[in-house]
């Protein structure tokens, strides 16, 4: 069976919405742990749970952990459309200088020693650009290419630079599922696996919460490079293309997740694909065309899981989106095709 994950966001997080998504399809939840605090996080497992039973199935409840991302620090969204300058403190917390500018402060201020003016910030899963206007020892003042809406806590990358500081340790992801143990998550997922070690102390902890406890997810060039070690030491391989892109640039993004896909597959280790499958339904009631081949395609070809992310946090019609994965995946991935 095919399986199809749901990220939950405001769009999806009301328990009826959860239900609606379960009885279309949905085999399982993602939750971002950068988003949420954990009470939050906590209370949208049990209603994920609760959902499930509504519609008379078990749903895998994952907890994506944030990893070692480098994000800004706003709790709240600044509309770029309005004020396109903003100033990044080096700090965890902005400097809240009198310029008035929107500030934003570094998860890891060391991000500071390698931004210089002209630099461009790749925010998010790069949906935001901003240019680097001028730079100082304590912060740097940007200016969006093209407006938007900068949501909370976005990772940030800077372009041809470092993708981010030396990988930290995973301590504040362990403290989180400490913080959780008594929560109703089935799993969680390590972003940015890129060696067997990293999941270790995950499986530690939860290792015994389910059969798909560990998903492992690969999303740099290293993770790809390392895929067997990694598929080997996790339950199920998650193939996250949003930070792919943004580590692999846009000539080798294909081939890398090709590979990685196929090398699961090799291992026979599940392997779940996820992000800007279905992006065109966000704001339109049509996927677009390029997206729809290539998702039937990795269908066809055998692969075993589907993420939704974007389509089910801030999509226009997430359980539109939701249902039409799920006839795609009967159309496409039924017992009995040939598969590659
Ligand atoms: N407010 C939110 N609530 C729930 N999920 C969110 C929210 N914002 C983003 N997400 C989800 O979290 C994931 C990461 O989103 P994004 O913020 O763009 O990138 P990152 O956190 O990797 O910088 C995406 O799958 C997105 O759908
Ligand atoms: C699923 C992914 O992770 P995140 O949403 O944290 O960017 C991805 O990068 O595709």
Redesign the pocket.
């Known amino acids: 069976m095919t399986t199809m994950y749901a ?1 939950i966001g405001p769009a999806t997080r009301a328990p009826e919405t959860m239900t609606a998504l379960v009885r279309l399809g949905v085999t399982g939840f993602r939750f ?1 742990a ?1 988003k949420f605090g954990v009470a939050e996080l906590a209370a949208q497992a049990a209603d994920a749970e609760a959902a499930g039973r509504a519609a008379g199935r078990s749903v895998e409840l994952l907890l ?1 952990l944030p990893g070692a ?1 480098i994000r800004f620090t706003n709790a709240d969204s600044i509309d770029l459309g309005a004020t396109p300058r903003f100033r990044v403190s080096y700090a965890l917390k902005p400097t809240g200088e009198d310029d008035g500018l929107p500030d934003v402060g570094l998860s890891d201020p060391g991000l500071g020693d390698v931004i210089s003016p002209g630099d461009v910030l790749l925010i998010g ?1 790069g949906e935001i650009a901003a240019r680097v206007i001028s730079a100082s020892g304590t912060h740097c003042v940007a200016e969006a290419l093209e407006g938007g809406l900068l949501g909370p806590r976005k ?1 940030v990358w800077v372009t041809g630079r470092s993708r981010r500081l030396p990988a930290s340790s995973p301590d504040e992801d362990l403290a989180l599922l400490d913080g959780l143990t008594s929560s109703a998550f089935t799993g969680a997922i390590v ?1 940015f696996a890129e060696n067997a070690a990293v999941l270790e102390p995950v499986r530690a902890r939860w290792g015994g919460r389910s059969a798909n406890s560990v998903m492992a ?1 690969v ?1 740099t060039r290293a993770g790809v490079a390392a895929v067997a070690e990694v598929a080997g030491a996790a339950d199920s391989v ?1 193939v ?5 892109l943004m580590d692999s640039g846009v000539l080798d993004f294909h081939a890398l997740c090709s590979a990685a896909v196929r090398e699961c597959r090799r291992l026979s280790v599940p392997v779940v694909v ?2 800007q499958l279905l992006s065109g339904m966000q704001s339109s009631w049509l996927p677009l065309r390029s997206e729809l081949s290539y998702l039937c395609g990795l269908l066809e070809s055998g692969v075993d899981g589907l ?1 939704l ?1 974007t389509e089910t946090t801030f999509g226009r019609d997430p359980l539109g989106a939701a249902g039409l994965m799920a006839d795609l995946i009967a159309r496409y991935a039924e017992p009995g095709l040939v598969r590659a």
Request: proline letters at 0%; zero cysteines.
């Open positions: 990220t971002s950068s994506d991302k899963d990772g972003s997810k999303e998650l996250g293309r949003g930070d792919l996820g992000t993420l992310t």
